[in-house]
């Protein structure tokens, strides 16, 4: 190699890594929902603890909450989005309305998504235990490899096993803070701390996936290998079927 090739091979080098990691950023986009996906999440537990700060009525916060996620699902189906990420903010929304109602205790609006924090967490770090992190089993399909990471991509295996304990762990943290808070705080305090952990959190956990991930080997497109066998079967077929000359 010359001296004249080393600085090319460095650009091209520089070039793979920046398309790795533009592609992984895209593929946590799509999975995670993006900026639009995190204002769905946090604007109805905002509006519910602004208007209990206020007037501190249940029905009226707990209506308010729903109202707006519903709100938001009809925008995205106005628009032909996606609406997976609205549809678990309306069910997240009316899963703590009904308990709240129940129990006439405002906190227990909170409840049933704490819940959801911690059984998450926990399952991100059994699943990561077994051998099966479900980091990976999220991304698996976004990125097109399915499970073939699982088998055939070991370094892969590792960065979405990496993943899974950072996003456990964090969750894990989360729900330290919040539980406590639960049986000592009265709602308006809950409900700050809840609506100001909302994001950061989910920030690390995702930029330390793309860390993770962006050092990882490519993912493998099964969908491309099989379109490629399935080509390849046709031509067999096709020279198969055609006359000797």
Known sequence: ????????TKTNDQ???????AVTEAALFEAFGGVRGMVETVLPGLLFVTI?????????????????????????LIRKDTVKHAFSGVFGVAFGVV???MTGNAKDFYLPGMIYTLGLAVA????????????????????????SWRTRNPGRKKAYAKASWAWGLILLAKCAILFP?????????????????????F??????????LAKAPPPIDVFAEMEAEEQAEKERKRAAAAPDV
């Open 52 to 76: 209990f700060t206020v007037n501190k009525e249940l029905h009226i916060s707990a209506i308010a909450a729903l109202a707006v996620s519903l709100l938001l699902v009809a925008v995205r």
């Open 99 to 101: 308990f709240a109602m």
């Open 203 to 212: 920030l690390l956990a995702v930029y330390l996936t793309w860390v993770f």
């Open 181 to 201: 808070l639960y049986w000592w705080a009265d709602t308006a305090q809950l409900g700050w701390v809840l609506v100001a952990l909302k994001i950061p959190p």
């Open 124 to 147: 991100y770090i059994v699943t990561t235990i077994v051998g099966v992190p479900l980091i990976g089993l999220i991304l698996g399909p976004v990125f097109k490899e399915n499970l």
């Open 1 to 8: 190699m010359t001296s004249l090739d080393k600085p090319t």
């Open 15 to 21: 070039q793979q890594d920046s398309d790795a990691k």
